[in-house]
T-cell receptor, first 114, second 115 residues
């Protein structure tokens, strides 16, 4: 059974640019969540999608957005990049985001903003 | 207020010995889940163990066990018979089963297993 696949694994952008990250969840998983990990702030929740609907959003500015497609694949977009957006972006999928349902994480997309 | 507290930024353990990683949490919800994840230097978060707030028995998964003390709001991870491959960052996380549903993570504990 294939795991959660995130692309690209590494990318370098400059301030002001935008970036799109992709996440393919485990087959059958309908919930996809995104987390940002930085040395200073640790792991922070960005948003969660379920059946193409955003169900929950963390405390991030509107420059951070996402979507989910009918096949449960998800993308997140960051516009007008800032230096502070440099981070490891982790995607996780699960059957549901409640109870004992475990989030399975991908290997992450490491974004560097210069 | 911080919801998940991991007070040990770094820990060392000798190979084959047991180690306990501390985690305390704060919630007013009655229904919640506690998770432990391992993050090697490669970056991927690996699920280790889950404990539900209504579970009466402490969770165990192979060499991992969770020492759940509900009244004290603690969920310590115990790794028995440490191996060199256990060297990694360990995160405690909580999910409240209300409307929020996201995982809230602690700051992590860097575990180093010494040969």
């Amino acid at each position: 059974k294939a795991g959660v696949t995130q692309t690209p694994r590494y990318l370098i952008k400059t301030r002001g640019q935008q970036v799109t990250l992709s996440c393919s969840p485990i087959s059958g998983h309908r919930s996809v969540s995104w987390y940002q990990q930085t040395p200073g702030q640790g792991l922070q929740f960005l948003f969660e999608y379920f059946s193409e609907t955003q169900r929950n959003k963390g405390n991030f500015p509107g420059r951070f957005s996402g979507r989910q497609f009918s096949n449960s694949r998800s993308e997140m977009n960051v516009s007008t990049l800032e230096l502070g957006d440099s981070a490891l972006y982790l995607c996780a999928s699960s059957l549901e985001s409640a109870g004992a349902n475990v989030l399975t994480f991908g290997a992450g997309s490491r974004l560097t903003v210069l | 207020a911080q919801k998940i507290t991991q007070t040990q930024p770094g820990m060392f353990v000798q190979e084959k010995e047991a180690v306990t990683l501390d985690c305390t949490y704060d919630t007013s919800d009655q229904s919640y889940g506690l998770f432990w994840y391992k993050q090697p230097s490669s970056g991927e978060m690996i699920f280790l163990i889950y404990q539900g707030s209504y579970d009466e028995q402490n969770a165990t998964e192979g060499r991992y066990s969770l020492n759940f003390q509900k009244a004290r709001k603690s969920a310590n991870l115990v790794i028995s018979a440490s191996q060199l491959g256990d060297s990694a960052m360990y995160f405690c996380a909580m999910r409240e089963d209300g409307s929020a549903r996201q995982l809230t993570f602690g700051s992590g504990t860097q575990l180093t297993v010494l040969p």
